[in-house]
């Protein structure tokens, strides 16, 4: 009887290991989908009421601003940097993230601007606005609806853009970036802000779109916006995606998921056009391969200060540019690699493979722009 007892008990521990497995086994299958769904705000965008609009005469709207915006520039800063931040807020009952969300702002301070906006600090005063951004939860659907969160953000960038013309540009050059949404973002205020515009057209020294895809045939030289050929050149913009070579999913979803504008205010899918693909390594759009001995420094700065120097490790990725994507190796060293929560894997590295290229590449056109030796800008890292 005991034996037939323990028996039935290992059959009862059997079964429910076949289930759990079953369980865990379809949870990791469907994580995505579970994930998302946990993100989706599930009430239409047009009933839904969003967070209250910032105001940009306040330095509250501001992630990064002068101490004294409206006074004079150090002689150090030549020009002036409108960084548009990406997305930090991952969703759930909004479509677009308050200034103030504390999680969102956490992202934005500890990991974004260290790394994204930091190699720019040594280059002109920094304007980065706080914005009333899609969630994470709209580059996971190409719903409408989502598409009508990224929409309403624009408005945002926009105002706070015409706020620091007005009150703090004082008709000095400046330097236009945006990373992945801040990306998607500061593209259509070039096209429709700047390049509008022979006065801002003639001030703007470059355009940077990190993490952002942009169709390569928006940007040939013929274009009121040419895409950046070479290293030192000015008006111009330089845009690339990039994805680890052999990494086939990341790559499947910037052609599959990434949105461009079209016409005045719509999103559409790329439908077979290729993007521009800017090499930070070369400083141009080119389709040579740049080795890992050209880059000049990778940087994890995530949790530094700001205004703290990284340390920089160099040589640690090739770059090259295949069907208008930046392929680039997978970095040497651990700091240099995915962590996080499944959230903060979908949203841009917490390092930048390019801080040192991107600060030399924005160095050099600022020279040319301003007409200084580069000598007299040139820091070393």
């Not at 409108?82 to 993230?97: A, E, K, L, S, Y």
């Not at 005063?125 to 939860?137: G, N, V």
Request: proline share 7%.
């Amino acid at each position: 009887m005991g034996s037939r007892i323990k028996g039935f008990k290992r059959w009862i521990f059997a079964g429910a290991l076949l289930v759990l497995t079953v369980v865990l086994s379809a949870a990791f299958i469907w994580r995505y989908d579970i994930l998302s769904n946990a993100l989706d705000p599930k009430v239409p965008f047009l009933t839904y009421q969003p967070p209250p609009a910032p105001d940009y005469d306040q330095a509250s709207a501001w992630a990064l601003r002068p101490k004294d915006p409206a006074g004079a520039a150090p002689a150090d800063r030549p020009v002036d940097i409108f960084f548009v931040h990406p997305t930090t807020f991952d969703g759930g009952r909004d479509w677009n993230g308050a200034i103030d969300q504390p999680k969102a702002a956490r992202f934005l301070s500890r990991v974004v601007l260290p790394n994204y906006a930091g190699p720019f600090d040594r280059i002109g005063r920094i304007f980065a606005p706080r914005y009333r951004q899609a969630s994470l939860y709209t580059y996971l659907t190409l719903r409408d609806d989502a598409r009508d969160a990224r929409r309403f953000a624009y408005g945002d960038v926009r105002q706070a853009f015409e706020t620091y013309l007005a009150r703090y540009n004082q008709g000095r050059p400046f330097i236009l970036v945006g990373v992945e949404q801040g990306g998607l973002l500061a593209d259509r205020l070039a096209r429709e802000v700047i390049a509008a515009r022979p006065e801002l057209k003639k001030l703007m020294v470059v355009a940077y779109l990190i993490e952002t895809v942009v169709p390569a045939d928006e940007h040939t030289p013929n274009a009121p916006l040419p895409a950046c050929e070479r290293r030192g050149e000015t008006g111009c913009l330089a845009a690339w995606a990039s994805a680890e070579e052999g990494n086939f999913q990341d790559v499947h979803e910037l052609i599959s998921r990434s949105l461009v504008w079209e016409g005045d205010d719509q999103l559409d899918n790329l439908d077979g056009r290729t993007p521009l693909c800017f090499n930070p390594l070369l400083g141009g759009v080119s389709l040579e391969r740049a080795p890992a001995r050209m880059n000049l420094g990778a940087a994890n700065a995530t949790g530094l200060e700001w205004g703290a120097r990284p340390a920089f490790l160099q040589r640690q990725v090739s770059a090259v540019c295949e069907n208008g994507l930046l392929r680039t190796s997978r970095p040497k060293s651990n700091a240099l690699r995915d962590s996080g929560s499944w959230a903060d894997r979908r949203k841009v590295d917490a390092f930048n493979l390019f801080y040192a290229d991107i600060e030399a590449d924005a160095r050099a056109r600022v020279a040319t722009a301003t007409g200084r030796p580069l000598a007299i800008l040139e820091q070393s890292p």
